[in-house]
């Protein structure tokens, strides 16, 4: 039997959670007992093991979940019972009667417990004794020199009990020389009680065995108050004190009562002054006794070592019958049954040709069970009335018009609420949605397997956690693949089955939210105390556009902050959901036995999460080529992850290379890639970076005999800093490599060796511009580089937007920045630059300057008190406005950029630029056509260039005229898709995918 697969959550990482989960759970891992998983792989787990849980908000509905997924839950209580407050007292019953078993330290916590769970389970705290024993190395005083106590917060309280004993022993303790240690708090009145204590940090629990015995305490003290809450605490303490040298004397009460056996392994004493210092007195200056009961406390110790009391821990795991052979996330189907009525609601604004293409796909599905109800939403086009006026009268469809504006949610709460048939079940469909036949009776049917499920929700190329590549046989897959209906933790509105009992008790979308996600997210977890959300991958459609996968799901802030606030566990949940994505293995064998006949092409990058301008470059050349080429992408992380249409198919063992980064032998890595290129078998490899893989890499690639395309991104491919920051020159590497990079010159030019030698094996290189290729030819000379640009997201409709909504209220002229504001992007020239413009009355009152990104707060500061506009990070859709309220751009790089998606935005906005005379920006502006150039550093030369564009209203104007719409993502994918197929003709290993051999090795 395979070991018990076990998650941990926890509201807490202090002592209690290392005692109760990490000492225990380390133990049993390395008897190969369990297999501890993280957090975020919960939904992997055969057990959830939650500690501190039962006050945590959201605990409640999280073990549901679990629970609904076949995972058994297990609570453990350290000391904490139930409080007192009826309003408290409610969720923490319910959270406890949830879990499958409990766990606790004690019998008496036990018995308390009892009546709200019949499952409860005593799992001894214990303590691993290698790891207290490693740090004993003084060995035990004869002649006792120090008292003390060590402890948390939590026993605040239980100290205050020994200030009288403590203020009657302080002379005593002056006069024989005995030091007071205090660990883990700090009482107010200690110092004045004991001049001389010590007091002593709180520290980590794995630091805690060592300090502990640094500190040599000989009579360490354990007070106890006779309250129900420390009634339930274990005798912890006391075994802590013994594996750390010191003799206990402790409250008779309680665990230490139980524990203790007066005058053999430890002194009990009454909550009284004069109890406490009798006995802290007779062991202070008794000696035999005291190391007596030393070696008694000790021999006691070891029933309580954690190798006898984490076997208690796995016995009440196994008590619960965890499933080890469930099947992942499925939700059983227990009828087969047809499913009821239905009415299909799509919500429609200023429909579009695809909206049509929505509408004709129901058609065929309409019978007197099966219903369509359109809800047009103050449609402004007149295209959009003609379509709607071909559909009304027809059977079986329902026709509304709003008379205003009112947004998605309303427009499906109002048709949920006032169209649609009492009894019916609701499908709500987005426009741009385009279903498979028989989707209606599919859903349905699968809604009606199980009284549980709430919602259904049908996967799509582009449907949130719902997505599957777009394969153009994905329908057909559907019906031939078995398919699985798995739990989600939310639904998505592009195709959803929503039962109406589920609508009559929870009703539809909050529309206090602002975005649709939120809105879907908030309903989704409103109905999970009831009801199961799933997906069926049995039910195909396609939509518009791709999905956001390889990050997330994210919100805005404000909705973020209400989700959170209602529903502490939703992002776990979600998090939890995209890590384990149950849907990858269906992903996989869908591709594994597709019919497309697309040329697939690998895309290897050095991250897909960051957002930086490679990750983008590769994720919109995906999108622009999808029509002619099956596109997977592949790159590191923790593992090095496969992705198809944006969407995860597995991951592999992935060792990062370590100094220095050469053609170093790692074999797992090597089997890895073995594994990726066969699963995929691409005709095409197009290698985009280097950073975070061996530099041997590309040359095994290489080796292979599939065509390899390079991209130059940046300059890594000839110097680890790969933006040439401060660089004297490239071939002047000897100033640079012993200060910079810890290494020998001599390494530089091995490395650029190999990797000359594997770009000379490439079939092609390409560079985003004219400036990258030609310093690419500075250092490899006979490379052979084309240039193809970089496009950008629908440029022309950016510059329509935001001609739209371009006005000049301040009658200044705004100059702007926008990116991320670092230095290598000049944020500290133009910091100098503009308090030069602003003290010259006639420059300061003419001019403005905004700024839009991410940026330091000092930076931030510093725009404050120079008068300068910040306007915080933003978003791509934030785009058109914010272009529009620009008039110049400014660009002060520093680095020589390779192209720049920045002036790309500029002039597609319309927006002219001034920018260093430096890299990419040098080729793209042209000076006094699209804007005009300026020495990098050259701080006077910035301030005339734009003192320059402020007096001369007609340069202005030239420069605005002057400005080009740069390449759209379909422009740049048309270049590409031409040198695919150039490369995949001329390749003596160009033969279809049925005639590949498969890759044995890398050499």
């Not at 004219?770 to 500075?778: D, G, K, P, V, W």
């Not at 100059?815 to 503009?834: D, Q, Y």
């Not at 720049?900 to 500029?906: H, K, N, R």
Request: contains cysteine; hydrophobic residues 40%; charged residues 20%.
């Amino acid at each position: 039997m395979r070991p018990l697969k076990i998650a941990i959550l926890h509201g807490d990482n202090g002592s209690s959670f290392h005692v109760r989960c990490q000492t225990p759970l380390l133990w049993l891992k390395e008897q190969r007992a369990i297999e501890v998983l993280p957090q975020e792989k919960a939904w992997e787990a055969d057990l959830a093991f939650l500690h501190g849980m039962q006050g945590w908000p959201g605990s409640l509905g999280l073990v549901r979940s679990l629970k609904r997924n076949g995972i058994r839950v297990v609570a453990d209580l350290d000391a904490g019972i139930l409080p007192q407050e009826t309003t408290a007292k409610r969720p923490v019953r319910e959270f406890l009667q949830s879990v499958d078993a409990l766990t606790v330290p004690t019998e008496p916590l036990a018995t308390s417990l009892a009546e709200i769970n019949t499952k409860v389970q005593v799992a001894p705290n214990g303590l691993d004794l290698k790891q207290w024993r490693k740090p004993s190395q003084f060995g035990v005083r004869n002649q006792a020199r120090t008292v003390g106590f060590a402890g948390t917060v939590s026993h605040a309280a239980n100290v205050d009990l020994l200030r009288p004993a403590l203020a009657k022993l302080a002379y005593e303790f002056k006069v024989q020389g005995i030091r007071f240690v205090c660990f883990g708090l700090r009482p107010a009145w200690l110092s004045n009680t004991l001049a001389d204590a010590e007091v002593f940090d709180p520290c980590s629990p794995q630091d805690y065995p060592a300090l502990l015995n640094k500190l040599r305490i000989d009579v360490a003290l354990a007070p106890l108050s006779n309250s129900d809450f420390d009634r339930n605490r274990s005798a912890l303490k006391f075994y802590e004190y013994s594996a750390a040298g010191a003799v206990t004397v402790a409250s008779n009460f309680g665990p230490f009562a139980e524990a203790i056996q007066d005058g053999s392994n430890g002194v009990l004493v009454e909550n009284q002054s004069d109890s406490w210092v009798r006995a802290i007195s007779k062991l202070v200056k008794n000696n035999g006794p005291r190391l007596q009961m030393l070696t008694a406390a000790r021999e006691a110790l070891e029933t309580h070592d954690v190798s006898k009391t984490a076997p208690r821990l796995l016995e009440a795991f196994e008590a619960t019958q965890p499933k080890r052979d469930r099947e992942f996330f499925a939700f059983p189907q227990i009828r087969t049954r047809e499913g009821a009525d239905v009415d299909v609601v799509i919500p429609l604004h200023n429909a579009t040709p695809r909206s049509r293409q929505a509408i004709e796909a129901v058609l065929p599905e309409l019978d007197a069970a099966h219903r369509l109800i359109l809800v047009d939403d103050a449609s402004t086009e007149s295209d959009s009335a003609s379509l709607l006026n071909e559909y009304s009268g027809r059977p079986w469809i329902t026709l509304h018009r709003n008379t205003h504006h009112r947004g998605f949610r309303a427009k499906c709460n109002f048709a949920v609420m006032n169209l649609v048939r009492p009894s019916a079940d609701v499908i709500l469909m987005d426009p741009e949605t385009l279903p498979m036949a028989g989707f209606i009776r599919r859903l349905a049917k699968t809604a009606a397997s199980n009284p549980a499920i709430g919602t259904v929700t049908a996967v799509s190329n582009n449907g949130s956690l719902a997505s599957v590549p777009n394969l153009p046989d994905a329908q057909e897959l559907s019906s031939e693949l078995t398919s699985p209906t798995v739990i989600a933790p939310i639904g998505a509105s592009h195709l959803m089955y929503i039962k109406r009992q589920v609508i009559r008790q929870y009703g539809l979308f909050d529309r206090a939210l602002t975005s649709d996600a939120a809105a879907e997210i908030d309903l989704s977890m409103r109905i999970s105390p009831g009801y199961t959300n799933v997906i069926d991958a049995g039910c195909w459609c396609r939509r518009a556009g791709s999905p956001p996968f390889r990050e997330t799901m994210k919100l805005n802030a404000a909705d973020q902050g209400a989700i959170d606030q209602r529903y502490p566990h939703a992002r776990f949940e979600i998090e939890s959901y995209c890590a384990a994505d149950p849907l990858m293995e269906y992903r996989r064998k869908m591709v594994a036995v597709t019919r497309d006949l697309r040329p697939r092409v690998l895309q290897v990058a050095h991250s897909f999460i960051g957002g930086g301008g490679t990750e983008k470059h590769v994720l919109d050349l995906e999108a622009g080529i999808s029509g002619d080429f099956l596109s997977f992408g592949v790159a590191p992380h923790e593992a090095l992850a496969l992705y198809c249409g944006n969407m995860p198919l597995g991951k592999w063992p992935y060792e990062k290379a370590g100094w220095p980064l050469a053609s170093s032998d790692l074999p797992a890595n090597d089997q890895s890639w073995v594994s990726i290129l066969n699963q995929v078998k691409p005709d095409l490899i197009h290698f985009h970076h280097l950073l975070n893989h061996p530099l041997s890499l590309l040359a095994k690639l290489t080796s292979t005999g599939i065509p390899v395309i390079v991209s130059i991104h940046d300059y890594y491919f000839f110097c680890p800093d790969f933006h040439l920051h401060n660089c004297p020159g490239v071939h002047s590497c000897e100033t640079c490599f012993p200060e910079r990079f810890k290494g020998p010159a001599e390494y530089q030019a091995l490395r650029r060796d190999l990797l000359g030698g594997s770009l000379r094996t490439a079939a092609a290189i390409v560079a985003p511009s004219q400036s990258t290729a030609n310093l690419m030819r500075e250092v490899y000379p006979d490379l052979n580089i084309r240039v193809i640009p970089h496009g950008i997201r629908e440029p022309q409709a950016i510059g329509q937007a935001a001609a739209n909504l371009r006005t000049s209220a301040t009658g200044k002229i705004r100059f702007g920045m926008i990116g991320n504001l670092l230095p290598v992007k000049g944020i500290e020239v133009i910091l100098k630059v503009w308090p030069l413009i602003a003290q010259q009355p006639a420059l300061g009152h003419s001019a403005e300057l905004h700024i839009h990104g991410a940026s330091d707060p000092l930076y931030v500061k510093r725009c404050e008190e120079l008068g300068i506009h910040y306007h915080g990070p933003y978003c791509e859709s934030d785009l058109p406005e914010i272009l529009s309220q620009i008039d110049v751009g400014i660009m002060p790089a520093q680095v020589q950029e390779t192209f720049s998606y920045t002036l790309s935005e500029f002039f597609a906005g319309g927006v002219p630029v001034i920018g260093s005379d430096y890299g990419a920006l040098a080729d793209r502006i042209e000076n006094g056509v699209n804007g005009l150039k300026v020495p990098p550093r050259d701080i006077q030369a910035w301030v005339d260039a734009i003192r320059l564009i402020i007096s001369d209203a007609a340069l202005r104007e030239r420069v605005t005229r002057g400005v080009r719409p740069p390449d759209s993502i379909e422009d740049m994918a048309a270049h590409y898709s031409e040198l695919y197929r150039e490369v995949i003709q001329r390749s003596k290993k160009a033969a279809s995918r049925e005639n590949c051999q498969a890759v044995e090795s890398l050499v």
